[in-house]
């Protein structure tokens, strides 16, 4: 049976946030910072470890839970989420 498609899309602040408010596990998810932002966002991945991503940048997960990723960066730019 296939999975539901997932597709959100998180504004930012300047302080962290989850980028989903619930427990959300995907088997596989595309997360991109979309060019019209103005600054970089900052991700924090479940070890607490910090990563800068430029705007234009995406990464691929596999099997991960958004709620245990964390997001802050210039308020009202924006991180989408594609997966199932």
Not at 3 to 19: D, E, F, K, N
Not at 28 to 34: E, G, M, R, S
Not at 39 to 65: I, L, R, Y
Request: aromatic share 8%; hydrophobic share 30%; with cysteine.
């Amino acid at each position: 049976m296939p999975m539901q498609p997932y597709i959100a899309t998180v504004t930012v602040g300047a302080t962290y946030a989850p980028l989903a408010s619930t427990p959300t596990r995907l088997r596989h998810v595309t997360i991109q910072c979309p060019p019209g932002n103005s600054g970089v966002v900052t991700f924090k991945d479940p070890a607490g470890h910090e990563s800068d991503w430029q705007k234009g940048e995406w990464n691929v997960f596999e099997d991960v839970d958004l709620a245990d990723f964390q997001v802050k960066g210039t308020p009202g730019d924006t991180v989408t989420q594609r997966g199932s």
